[in-house]
């Protein structure tokens, strides 16, 4: 098991950038991955990466314009947003898991879950 805890959320108006970090303590699993969520839709998996040899994996809506990194000797996760968008709004979650025989961004691959930081894209 693993605990997360996400920051680095807040407000920003579009075009603007913001840098999520998510502080993992406990077991070290494969897959690392960062989801978001607005209200009335679905979790949505927008980045992950393997925590053993850094392949990351980006979803349409965001390829281009988040990286997301994995620091090992620090337990740190990390999602660079550039180019935000007011659909990028939600909250965004930080997760750790084993993955699935399917995508890397599917929530069924993930067992363990920070508790969120909001951002929000607006003028």
Not at 22 to 30: E, P
Not at 49 to 61: E, F, R
Not at 80 to 85: C, H, I
Not at 99 to 115: A, E, I, P
Request: aromatic share 12%.
């Amino acid at each position: 098991q693993v605990q997360l805890q996400e920051s680095g959320g807040g407000s920003v108006q579009p075009g603007g950038s913001l840098r999520l970090s998510c502080a993992a303590s406990g077991y070290t699993y494969s897959l690392m991955g960062w989801f978001r969520q607005a209200p009335g839709k679905e979790r949505e998996g927008i980045a992950a990466i393997y925590t053993a040899d850094n392949s990351p994996y980006y979803a349409d809506s965001v390829k281009g314009r988040f990286t997301i990194a994995h620091d090992n000797s620090k337990r740190m996760l990390y999602l660079q947003m550039n180019n935000l968008k007011p659909e990028d709004t939600a909250m965004y979650y930080c997760a750790a898991g084993r993955g699935t025989t399917g995508s890397v961004l599917s929530f069924d691959g993930y067992n363990n879950w920070g508790q969120g930081t909001q951002v929000t894209v607006s003028s």
